[in-house]
């Protein structure tokens, strides 16, 4: 069972997230937190498997927290969720080390399709050809 934390400074998406992904025998959300300081704590002493990550976050980023992220816990997969859609973020996202980027509004069910069918994150991302390459190509 792969183990989930969430991170999103809207109370109402983390409660949507864990209620669909509750139903799941493939994954268990670990736990949550609505800013990335108190993620990385909960991310260090939680250990998950896969971060759901906000890029916009009161304080700092979920940009810097990706970037934290992958320097301390490398093998921690990190699936990005935003509103904001914009190429810079993508590649900013990519270029940091983030496995998977989806848009909220767009995305979300095949977020939540690919976390509970236990396929490995970087699958939507190498599959939907996102930045023209695949992730063994990088």
């Keep these: 069972m792969k183990r989930i934390y969430i991170v999103d400074d809207s109370e109402a998406i983390r409660q949507k997230l864990i209620g669909l992904l509750a139903e799941s025998m493939q994954v268990s959300v670990v736990g949550q937190a609505d800013g990335a300081e108190m993620a990385l704590d909960g991310i ?8 759901l990550l906000d890029i916009r976050l009161p304080g700092k ?65 190498r599959s939907s050809g996102i930045l023209g390459r695949s992730k063994r190509q990088e």
């Excluded at 260090?44 to 971060?51: A, H, N, S, T, Y």
Aim: avoid cysteine.
């Design 61 to 125: 980023s979920g940009l810097w927290l990706l970037a934290e992220i992958k320097r301390n816990w490398p093998d921690i997969a990190v699936m990005i969720m935003t509103n904001y859609d914009y190429p810079q973020y993508r590649r900013q996202s990519f270029e940091a080390g983030a496995d998977d980027f989806f848009n909220k509004t767009l995305d979300f069910e095949r977020m939540i399709h690919l976390l509970v069918s236990g396929q490995s994150p970087g699958t939507a991302r």
């Design 44 to 51: 260090r002493e939680l250990q998950p498997d896969i971060v």
